[in-house]
């Protein structure tokens, strides 16, 4: 089996190289602009970059709190769950839940009011409120005409569903007098509100330096006025395009659609058959098309059937046909890579999706990568003993061949994704959800040997978060918790990341001799198209399996960085215009000295960085 890894990664380097040939003979053609990027990358297949996202309830929801999926217990006011037709008159309530639990004020077996609507209104406690030191664009995205698809929103017209410009708006530069009755069915009473202004924000002050918000603490309430048109217009546009979390999630997932070319990208919701089939973002006006499928998509009022929409994503993968996400063997879907970023922000639920236990080692329906725990998919540390868990559908999109009529030619990642045949890597992001497991402390890494192993998701809302990270693992990508929209684009921008990573990374293997023994070693060269770097890396091979050894025995990066310069043993010339002279900065002209004092922004360094751009040049690292 590792035999015929190596030569079909070894048939992928020919072709590319065949391509590179071409090109190169292309670009002797004629006088142009040289090239800002590796110029076989133009002969490498778009990747598939799929997002699953939630559409549940709670996505329509404005507050978030940490560590919860925010509620609101109400006293004197209205819900400030956005859905709510009249969500934004909000005027107090008495605390923040997350479904279990009491968030603020914490739970003291009383239900004494405190007016905790301030709490709402400072990004300090309600992470999804508006926050004066952040500026609020509109939905990205561009007109077939070139012209931006949304505006900035009119402060005295603002809409509650930017998508339907004739719908609910209001006008957030005056004050409301509110009245009605029966608030709720908890507290039964009528509520008389006057004054009420809507672009209000307040400023916590942590009288104790707890980190905690209290009862006692001060703040400062702000009313934006409108002879401040600026800071007006940040909140108008926080209003209509940030306000809740799903309007968040649209701004931050479609700044990342609308910033991408070379990819293929597609969508589905969790509650929705089929958002958008995979198209190419190389197409403008097929990129526009998936922004405003997304854009006017309306959250249903149903539940969190995660499992079910990832294993569906996975089907999806299966298809065969012009339409299909994987491309044709003629097209390059051999060696197409496919990435599906899922996030949501609250809990699986719905029906099982059937696959089992697929982590198991050797799982349920048994796979080429099964049989040899050194060659399998699953078990060790991505094993449970719980089925139809999120994980078991990563580890199925993962092991089962999408498209068993192709080559199996995928690049693989040494020691991370090893699997050449066609399949399906997942990110997963939990949006102000956390688990009982921590990402941040090295005990709960899957690879340490104090990991305690994946908890039962049947045990809590908690163990189902657990579940996300552990289906990210499963799936060969990457698990990220966010708990406030900054942290969730963040985190997008990660996975974008590393999923650029992994397909701008070429490689070639070579054997050290053509008969494998104790001493056989692998060499393998590796180059970054993002970064403009290679490696070359030296792996012993187990004899008796073929699989590399975990770590290098060295790489040539390592060497050189390790090598000592103070000797200056490099001989490197240039010419003074007359004559050639060392390329050392006691040997340059004015000029040459001159040209390397200019930094990237136009403006002259001193001597001591242009002397260590030279020495840069001349190999010191």
Same mark, same amino acid.
């Given at each position: 089996?590792?035999?015929?890894?190596?030569?079909?990664?070894?048939? %992928?380097?020919?072709?590319?190289? =065949?391509?590179?040939?071409?090109?190169?003979?292309?670009?002797?053609?004629?006088?142009?602009?040289?090239?800002?990027?590796?110029?076989?990358?133009?002969?490498?297949?778009?990747?598939?970059?799929?997002?699953?996202? !939630?559409?549940?309830?709670?996505?329509?929801?404005?507050?978030?709190?940490?560590?919860?999926?925010?509620?609101?217990?109400?006293?004197?006011?209205?819900?400030?769950?956005?859905?709510?037709?009249?969500? +934004?008159?909000?005027?107090?309530?008495?605390?923040?839940?997350?479904? #279990?639990?009491? =968030?603020?004020?914490?739970?003291?077996?009383?239900?004494?009011?405190?007016?905790?609507?301030?709490?709402?209104?400072?990004?300090?406690?309600?992470?999804?409120?508006?926050?004066?030191? =952040?500026?609020?664009?509109?939905? $990205?995205?561009?007109?077939?005409?070139?012209?931006?698809? &949304?505006?900035?929103?009119?402060?005295?017209?603002?809409?509650?569903?930017?998508?339907?410009?004739?719908?609910?708006?209001?006008?957030?530069?005056?004050? &409301?007098?509110?009245?009605?009755?029966?608030?709720?069915?908890?507290?039964?009473?009528?509520?008389?509100?006057?004054?009420?202004?809507?672009?209000?924000?307040?400023?916590?002050?942590?009288?104790?330096?707890?980190?905690?918000?209290?009862?006692?603490?001060?703040?400062?309430?702000? %009313?934006?006025?409108?002879?401040?048109?600026?800071? *007006?217009?940040?909140?108008?546009?926080?209003?209509?395009?940030?306000?809740?979390?799903?309007?968040?999630?649209?701004?931050?997932?479609?700044?990342?659609?609308?910033?991408?070319?070379?990819?293929?990208?597609?969508?589905?919701?969790?509650?929705?058959?089929?958002? @958008?089939? =995979?198209?190419?973002? #190389?197409? @403008?006006?097929?990129?526009?098309?998936?922004?405003?499928?997304?854009?006017?998509?309306?959250?249903?009022?149903?539940?969190?059937? *995660? /499992?079910?929409?990832?294993?569906?994503?996975?089907?999806?993968?299966?298809?065969?046909?012009?339409?299909?996400?994987?491309?044709?063997?003629?097209?390059?879907?051999?060696?197409?890579?496919?990435?599906?970023?899922?996030?949501?922000?609250?809990?699986?639920?719905?029906?099982?999706?059937?696959?089992?236990?697929?982590?198991?080692?050797?799982?349920?329906?048994?796979?080429?990568?099964?049989?040899?725990?050194?060659?399998?998919?699953?078990?060790?540390?991505?094993?449970?003993?719980?089925?139809?868990?999120?994980?078991?559908?990563? *580890?199925?999109? +993962?092991?089962?061949?999408?498209?068993?009529?192709?080559?199996?030619? %995928?690049?693989?990642?040494?020691?991370?994704?090893?699997?050449?045949?066609?399949?399906?890597?997942?990110?997963?992001?939990?949006?102000?959800?956390?688990?009982?497991?921590?990402?941040?402390?090295?005990?709960?890494?899957?690879?340490?040997? #104090?990991?305690?192993?994946?908890?039962?998701?049947?045990?809590?809302? $908690?163990?189902? %978060?657990?579940?996300?990270?552990?289906?990210?693992?499963?799936?060969?990508?990457?698990?990220?918790?966010?708990?406030?929209?900054?942290?969730?684009?963040?985190?997008?921008?990660?996975?974008?990341? !590393?999923?650029?990573?992994?397909?701008?990374?070429?490689?070639?293997?070579?054997?050290?001799?053509?008969?494998?023994?104790?001493?056989?070693?692998?060499?393998?060269?590796?180059?970054?198209?993002?970064?403009?770097?290679?490696?070359?890396?030296?792996?012993?091979?187990?004899?008796?399996?073929?699989?590399?050894?975990?770590?290098?025995?060295?790489?040539?990066?390592?060497?050189?960085?390790?090598?000592?310069?103070?000797?200056?043993?490099?001989?490197?010339?240039?010419?003074?215009?007359?004559?050639?002279?060392?390329?050392?900065?006691?040997?340059?002209?004015?000029?040459?000295?001159?040209?390397?004092?200019?930094?990237?922004?136009?403006? !002259?360094?001193?001597?001591?960085?242009?002397?260590?751009?030279?020495?840069?040049?001349?190999?010191? /690292?």
């Amino acid at each position: 089996m590792f035999t015929r890894k190596l030569i079909n990664r070894l048939a %992928v380097i020919v072709s590319t190289t =065949v391509f590179s040939m071409s090109t190169i003979q292309s670009a002797h053609a004629g006088p142009g602009p040289l090239a800002t990027a590796p110029l076989f990358l133009s002969t490498i297949v778009e990747p598939n970059v799929f997002f699953t996202i !939630d559409d549940s309830g709670s996505m329509d929801w404005g507050p978030m709190v940490a560590n919860g999926t925010a509620g609101l217990a109400t006293t004197g006011g209205l819900p400030i769950i956005d859905g709510e037709d009249r969500a +934004y008159y909000a005027h107090s309530f008495s605390r923040l839940y997350d479904g #279990s639990r009491y =968030v603020l004020p914490p739970a003291d077996g009383t239900r004494a009011d405190w007016d905790l609507g301030w709490v709402a209104r400072t990004h300090h406690g309600n992470l999804n409120y508006y926050n004066p030191t =952040v500026t609020y664009s509109p939905w $990205p995205g561009s007109k077939a005409d070139g012209s931006p698809m &949304y505006s900035d929103a009119d402060p005295t017209n603002a809409l509650k569903d930017p998508f339907d410009p004739s719908g609910e708006s209001v006008d957030l530069t005056r004050s &409301y007098n509110i009245t009605a009755g029966d608030a709720d069915d908890m507290f039964d009473r009528n509520i008389a509100v006057n004054n009420f202004w809507i672009a209000v924000y307040f400023e916590w002050n942590d009288t104790d330096n707890d980190g905690v918000i209290e009862q006692s603490d001060g703040r400062t309430r702000i %009313v934006i006025p409108t002879d401040r048109p600026a800071e *007006m217009q940040n909140f108008a546009n926080w209003f209509q395009y940030h306000r809740t979390r799903i309007n968040a999630t649209k701004a931050i997932i479609g700044t990342t659609i609308n910033n991408t070319d070379a990819s293929r990208m597609g969508m589905r919701l969790f509650n929705d058959d089929q958002l @958008k089939d =995979v198209e190419t973002m #190389s197409d @403008k006006d097929k990129k526009r098309e998936l922004l405003e499928a997304f854009y006017d998509y309306d959250i249903p009022a149903q539940g969190t059937p *995660m /499992r079910r929409s990832l294993e569906e994503t996975g089907d999806y993968f299966q298809e065969t046909g012009g339409s299909a996400p994987i491309l044709s063997a003629a097209k390059g879907g051999e060696c197409q890579q496919n990435f599906n970023i899922l996030m949501g922000d609250g809990f699986w639920n719905g029906g099982d999706p059937g696959v089992g236990n697929r982590d198991i080692n050797g799982g349920d329906g048994n796979t080429p990568f099964d049989g040899n725990a050194s060659e399998s998919n699953d078990g060790g540390n991505y094993a449970d003993n719980w089925e139809e868990t999120l994980a078991d559908v990563a *580890m199925d999109n +993962y092991e089962r061949d999408l498209r068993g009529d192709l080559a199996n030619k %995928v690049p693989t990642t040494p020691n991370i994704d090893e699997a050449d045949h066609q399949h399906l890597v997942t990110y997963t992001i939990a949006f102000g959800i956390t688990g009982t497991l921590d990402p941040a402390n090295p005990a709960h890494d899957p690879l340490s040997a #104090s990991f305690p192993g994946w908890p039962d998701p049947d045990n809590g809302n $908690p163990e189902r %978060v657990d579940d996300m990270w552990h289906a990210a693992y499963n799936g060969r990508g990457k698990y990220f918790s966010a708990q406030q929209p900054d942290e969730l684009e963040i985190a997008l921008g990660a996975a974008i990341a !590393d999923i650029a990573e992994r397909t701008a990374t070429s490689s070639a293997v070579a054997f050290s001799s053509a008969k494998l023994t104790t001493d056989t070693t692998v060499y393998l060269a590796e180059f970054n198209s993002n970064r403009w770097q290679g490696d070359l890396f030296a792996y012993k091979i187990d004899p008796a399996t073929g699989d590399l050894a975990a770590s290098a025995e060295w790489s040539a990066g390592s060497e050189l960085l390790s090598r000592s310069y103070s000797g200056d043993p490099r001989t490197i010339l240039t010419y003074d215009g007359t004559a050639g002279i060392k390329f050392q900065w006691g040997q340059l002209t004015p000029a040459q000295k001159q040209d390397l004092r200019k930094n990237p922004a136009g403006g !002259d360094d001193v001597d001591a960085v242009a002397d260590a751009r030279l020495r840069y040049l001349r190999g010191e /690292r």
